[in-house]
């Protein structure tokens, strides 16, 4: 019992030399660790998948939440705060049919460059007519020449 407190005791004072002397003797044996990892997920495998979907069911909004950062950094670089920002800016509503939908972040895609934000429909709609204008403004003569271009909310159209 005695060593157990010494351990304890000695490892709060030298918490800093502890923790770089593990983290030494993991770079030395990296692959030893992934071998052992790796033939014990093997024999227990079963064990392992249930054990990692109760962690994942128990920490399901987190989970979300930290997947919707990653993916708002690597597709879109922007941080939770920059869009957040671009929400409040167009009053939580799409950028051209200002319907309050749930939005999608609008870029361009030889750039990469973000844009606004669009409802599903808009984005699609950019989306179809390959960021052309040209195809845009068929679209609107074709709606106007079968008189189609009266207010539609009911349908959705925003042409």
Do not use: F
């Not at 002397?21 to 064990?47: P, Q, S, T, V």
């Not at 979300?64 to 990653?70: E, G, L, P, S, V």
């Not at 597709?75 to 950028?95: D, V, W």
């Amino acid at each position: 019992m005695a060593n157990k407190e010494y351990q304890k005791e000695y490892y709060k004072k030298n918490k800093v030399k502890v923790l770089l002397r593990c983290k030494i003797h993991y770079a030395d044996h990296k692959e030893d660790y992934k071998k052992y990892r790796k033939e014990y997920y093997l024999k227990n495998k079963e064990k392992a998948r249930v054990r990692g979907k109760k962690r994942y069911e128990e920490n399901k909004p987190a989970i979300a939440a930290q997947r919707k950062i990653y993916l708002l950094k690597r597709k879109y670089n922007l941080t939770p705060e920059e869009y957040a920002n671009m929400c409040n800016k167009q009053n939580n509503s799409c950028a051209i049919c200002k319907q309050e939908l749930k939005l999608k972040i609008d870029h361009d895609h030889d750039t990469g460059k973000t844009r606004e934000l669009l409802c599903n429909n808009c984005n699609l709609l950019i989306g179809m007519c390959r960021e052309s204008l040209d195809i845009l403004e068929s679209a609107k003569d074709y709606l106007k020449k079968h008189k189609l271009g009266g207010p539609r909310e009911r349908m959705g159209c925003i042409l």
